[in-house]
C-alpha cells in the first residue's frame, strides 16, 4: 500500500491560488519595448492550425499548476509499504571485549591445521558466535593499552564480525587495561538502557595498564545489572626441544586467571578457560546456551520511498515550460524586428 509520511504537506495546496487571489500583482517593466500592433497576426500565422494554438495556451495555463501539485506531492513523502516481516528480537545488549595487545600474537594455537596467533583464532571463533546471536544487539571493544569501542550496539551483526576481522595486534597499545574495558563497556550499555545486560571479555593476560581496576570495576558492573563472562586464551604449557635440552614452556604464564574469576563471580557470570581452537569454539557454544539469541518476535514493514517519482515529473514539467517559454519570446523577439523593418519601410 501507499502512505504519505507528511500528509499536513498537502496544507500548501491553496497556497499559489491564495497569493494570487490577495496579493498585489507585480509592477510591469518599465524597461524600453518595442510595439508592434500586428505582432499578434504574425504570430498567428506561424502558430499552426487554431487547434495546436489553443492546446498550447492551455499548456502553459496549466503546466506551473500541475508542477506544484506534484512537488507538494513529493513534499509528502509518498511510501511504498511492503508486507510485515518478522524479526527476533531478545532485547538483549551484548558486548565482545577483546584483547588486542602485544602478547595477542603469540602463535601458540593451531587454525586449520596451521600455526596461528591468538587473535586468528579469536577472531575465527567469534564469527560463528555473532551469526548466531540473531536478535541481540551486538558491540565490539578492543583494547591494549586503552579501550575503545570499535562497533556501537547494533544489530548489523555482518558489520560487528567484519570490523573484529579487521583487528590488527597492537592497535590499542601493547599493554593490557582490563578494568578500563570493563568501564567503557559499563558506560555503553547504561546509556543503551537495556534491562539485559552482558559482556564478554577475552583476554590472554593480566590488567598492566589503564585507571580502573578490574575488581573495582566489575562491583561497579554488578551494581548495575551487567553481568560478565570472562575467557582466559593462551595454550597449556608444552614441551620443547631447545640447544640446552628439552624444556617446558608455559605459554599462559602471564594469564591472571584469579582476577578474570573474581571479576566474572562478581558479577553473576563465569569464567572460562580456552586453551586450542575446540576449546574456544565449545566456550561460545555454552555462552549460546547460557544467553539464549531470541525470545520475542517483532513486526516491521520495509517502506521504498516513492518521491523521487512525483519531484522528477515536476522538475521535466518546470524544463519544458521554461523552453516552451523561451522559445515563444524568440519568435516574438524575431517577429518584433521584422515588423519593425516592414513598418520603418513603409514609411
Known sequence: MIHLEWPWALLALPLPWLAMRWLPPAPASEGSALRVPFLEEVLALGAGPGERKTLRRRWLKMAPWLAWL???LAATQPQWLGEPVAVPVS?????????????????????????????????????????????????????????????PLTFDRD??????????????????????AIGLALKRLRAAGAQDRVLILLTDGANTAGEVAPRQAAKLAAKEGLRIYTIGLGAKP????????????????NLDEA???????????????????????????????????ARDTEYFRPHQSLFIWPLGLALAISVILAASRLSWRMTARVSGVAGQTSFGGSR
Open 70 to 72: 506534484l512537488l507538494v
Open 91 to 151: 532485547g538483549r545488549d551484548l558486548l565482545l571485549a577483546v584483547d588486542v595487545s602485544g602478547s595477542m600474537a603469540a602463535e601458540d594455537f593451531l587454525l586449520d591445521g596451521r600455526p596461528a596467533n591468538r587473535l586468528q583464532v579469536v577472531k575465527a571463533a567469534a564469527r560463528t558466535f555473532i551469526e548466531r546471536r540473531v536478535g541481540d544487539r551486538l558491540g565490539l571493544i578492543l583494547f591494549g593499552t586503552q579501550a575503545y569501542l570499535q562497533t
Open 159 to 180: 558489520t560487528v564480525a567484519t570490523l573484529l576481522n579487521e583487528a590488527v595486534v597492537g592497535l590499542a597499545g601493547k599493554e593490557t587495561a582490563i578494568g578500563d
Open 238 to 253: 608444552m614441551r620443547r626441544d631447545t640447544f640446552f635440552g628439552p624444556q617446558i614452556i608455559n605459554p599462559s604464564a
Open 259 to 293: 582476577t578474570l574469576k573474581a571479576v566474572a563471580e562478581i558479577t553473576g557470570g563465569r569464567y572460562f578457560r580456552a586453551t586450542d581452537t575446540e576449546s574456544l569454539a565449545s566456550i561460545y557454544q555454552e555462552l549460546d546456551r547460557l544467553e539464549p539469541a
